[in-house]
């Protein structure tokens, strides 16, 4: 035992630690089991790469930690990889905790060894440790002495040996360890001629790091240090030898400490045979797809109808106690912006739910490699499929679900386009619409709107990809987890923690416009009529003739900014209870034809806004998003009302 | 050397049929893809087989673990086909 100072610092100021670790190890899991409750979620500063915060309390000492992204290794082109090597040699958290996937050690381990080569401070977990024995048997001693660093094993799902890392986790904050792997004799000797040109190198990143890089090539840090020329500099490919090297050092570990006994890959093997079928895949997904859609919009639809009554009732009630402004401003604005925002939360729980389900059996990667080549097609790939087909259902946890995109450019892409999915809010509006002009093809027309929707997007898929976005597909590859039978916990989490985020961020927007659309409702006459909103409505109204939309249907339009529902209910105030007479001797079927087009392609409501704003961190991707939007519905109904008058 | 006989042997890995195996010889992909790959498995010398073809990507096994490679990533890989 050593002194007992270090650890009376810690006691004083608290420990910070940092979770990295591969995707599907069960990472959320683990600091989920860490922190409980205690955690918050955001974005890094400046990109949209998630950030996950939490603490907890072991023994009096405070531990607060901090979630990195899951990857495979630090290279300084992709941003969650260069944000968590960032992190781990500018920050220096006290204790690295990487969790490895028992069950898969030779390729885990790959980034323990590069997280060794940062000279950090590294626990190594192995997670899943009993599924991993099922199949082999690790010597857990002697890999922790073969590594160099604790080796703590777990079954994060279950709570299983959580006290034992914490405890670990206290042990070794404090301490400085290094502990690398050799990479033989030939390969050392380039490493140690590097060091020595580095002279004048900032003393908190480790020179071995630095000359690894260097020989791996990576250009960021070439810039730092400038080009280290050697003089017998070998002509090599350091990324390449490198690698190899460090998948020989892992071999000669495992061959010591791990010993096979089963075959643990036979019933994901199996079931992919299936899954991913060249045909049956296909079918098999769209039951999946149906039945998650279904789903979640069944299970959500009477709640939020139930909050919804409960708020119409609400503001009645207020309406019939409370006179004038004070009356007019409880029920129109608190209590109906209250619930305009509440009524989007079960969908979108709901949603998260059904993604949680989907992202933890393993089912999701295979959903993108079934989808790549297809989507490909309109530059993107296989990851932007699901993120899509949720906007069918509401935009906002569509958008939100783009965060599993690791290219940047192919995630602000789908987030461009997925306001043009048809989301069920629009659909009150078809189903008024159609069933006045088109009784007969109603079923058809509204079909056609969802066709018009993903049409478009395919074709500005492509065109933004070729302008204002433009670059190279990333190329695709994806790692297929074992499939594995979802965590309760883990599910409830994440539907937990992605919903508060929304609640949290989206939700203080969309309250403030509901105001503002109050305000601008029932002044200064207090009736809608003469309000301000009737009267943009009318100052607009030449701008929309050659659509054939009146000052009402304009209002009603600005009206929808707030949620596309809203359109039905001003249409309704407007044109008094004999809505559909009202609306057949207004308009013509052309027109109202325009008029569903219109409300398919125009700005997407406040939430959706708030949410692309929150996930883009840019006011002006969120201006393209509006305008462009706006030009392509009035195009589009502009179209549709000069070839529809030619024709009829 | 055997350079005749070797040669004969590689091959793309998208070109492997489902349950071929082969031994990974080169990667005739730009650095950050090529960092990429070895970060997931598929480095020179390791074994991959191939599991399933769909319509563009593949599955490959290698180093214990299942990865889903696109068709013009697969293309870069060049392997030495194993024969049984």
């Known amino acids: ?7 009376t610092q810690i006691r004083k100021s608290g420990v910070r630690i940092a979770l990295i670790g591969n995707p599907n190890v069960g990472k959320t899991t683990l600091f989920n089991e860490l922190t409980g409750a205690n955690q918050s979620i955001g974005n890094w500063p400046g990109v949209t790469v998630e950030k996950k915060e939490g603490v907890f309390v072991h023994k009096g000492v405070r531990v607060e930690v901090v979630d990195l992204p899951g990857l495979y290794g ?72 073969l590594l160099g660093v604790p080796v703590v094993p777990t079954v994060a799902k279950r709570g299983e040996g959580i006290g034992e890392l914490k405890d670990a986790i206290l042990k070794e904050a404090g301490k400085s360890r290094r502990s690398f792997v050799g990479y033989g004799e030939d390969v050392e ?78 019933i994901t093997d199996r079931i992919d045979k299936l899954i991913l079928h060249k045909y049956l895949g296909y079918p098999i997904f769209l039951i999946i797809l149906w039945g998650a859609f279904v789903f979640s919009y069944r299970a959500s639809a009477p709640i939020s109808d139930l909050i919804d009554s409960f708020f119409s009732i609400l503001g009645e009630y207020s309406s019939s106690y409370l006179s ?85 450019r192919e995630r602000i892409l789908t987030i461009l386009i997925n306001p043009l999915m048809s989301c069920s809010a629009r659909l009150p509006v078809y189903v008024l619409i159609a069933g006045v002009f088109f009784r007969e093809n109603a079923g058809t027309v509204i079909f056609s709107m969802y066709l018009l929707g993903i049409l478009l997007a395919m074709v500005l898929s492509v065109v933004f990809g070729r302008s204002v976005l433009r670059g190279a597909p990333s190329p695709f590859i994806i790692e297929l987890p074992p499939y594995r039978i979802p965590s309760v916990k883990t599910v409830l989490m994440a539907t937990w923690t992605r919903g508060k985020h929304f609640l949290e961020k989206a939700g203080t927007v969309i309250f403030g416009v509901v105001i503002l659309a109050w305000y601008l409702s029932s002044y200064p006459t207090g009736t809608i009529e003469g309000s301000y909103l009737a009267q943009i409505g009318q ?110 | 050397m055997d350079a005749g006989v070797g040669l004969m042997n590689k091959v793309r890995l998208n070109e492997l049929k489902p349950h071929e195996e082969g031994v990974v010889v080169e990667l005739m992909a730009g650095k950050g893809l090529t960092r990429r790959l070895c970060e997931m498995g598929i480095v020179p010398g390791a074994r991959v087989k191939v599991l399933l073809i769909g319509h563009g990507p593949i599955v490959v096994e290698t180093m214990g673990s299942r990865i889903a490679i696109g068709k013009g990533m697969a293309s870069k890989i060049l392997v030495e086909k194993i024969r049984k």
């Open chain 1, 1 to 7: 035992m050593r002194t007992d100072t270090p650890q």
């Open chain 1, 74 to 145: 630090f290279g300084s082109d992709s941003v969650a990889e260069k944000i968590a090597r960032d992190y781990l040699i500018n920050e220096k958290p006290d204790v690295v905790v990487d969790i490895v996937d028992a069950s898969n050690l030779m390729r885990n381990l790959y980034l323990t060894l590069l997280l060794l080569e940062m000279d950090v401070n590294v626990i190594v977990v192995l997670n899943m440790f009993d599924e991993a024995t099922k199949s082999m048997k690790i010597d857990v001693d002697m890999l922790s002495e």
């Open chain 1, 189 to 266: 000797t380039i490493i140690t001629k590097i060091e020595q040109e580095l002279d004048n190198l900032p003393k908190t990143i480790p020179p071995r790091w630095v000359a690894l890089k260097l020989l791996e090539g990576d250009e960021e840090i070439k810039e730092i240090v400038g080009e280290v020329r050697l003089e017998d500099m070998p002509n090599i490919r350091g990324d390449v030898i490198l690698a190899q090297r460090r998948y020989e050092a892992i071999r000669n570990i495992l061959r010591l400490c791990v010993e096979k006994k089963g075959e643990r890959w036979k």
């Open chain 1, 324 to 408: 004038g402004t004070v009356g007019s401003f409880v029920s129109g604005a608190i209590i109906s912006g209250l619930g305009s925002v509440l009524v989007f939360i079960p969908p979108i729980f709901f949603v998260f739910f059904v993604i949680a389900v989907l992202e933890d059996t393993g089912y999701m990667a295979r959903v993108a490699f079934l989808m790549d080549r297809a989507m490909g097609v309109v530059g993107l790939s296989g990851k932007s499929f699901i993120p899509l087909v949720l906007g069918f259902g509401c935009n906002v946890p569509a958008i939100m679900a783009t965060r599993t995109i690791e290219s940047q």
């Open chain 1, 539 to 648: 100052f607009l109204s030449p701008l929309m003739e050659p659509l054939g939309f009146d000052w009402r249907i304009t209002s009603a339009l600005l009206m929808g900014f707030l949620a596309k529902e809203a359109v039905v209910g001003t249409l309704g105030v407007l044109y008094g209870t004999e809505l559909s007479t009202a609306l057949s001797a207004s308009i013509d079927p052309v027109s109202a034809y325009a008029f569903m087009a219109f409300t398919l392609l125009y700005v997407p409501c406040v939430a959706a806004m708030a949410v692309v704003r929150q996930e883009t961190a840019s006011w002006k991707w969120t201006a393209f998003v509006i305008l462009y939007e706006l030009l392509l519905a009035y195009t589009v109904a502009l179209f549709i009302v000069l070839i529809g008058r030619l024709i009829f």
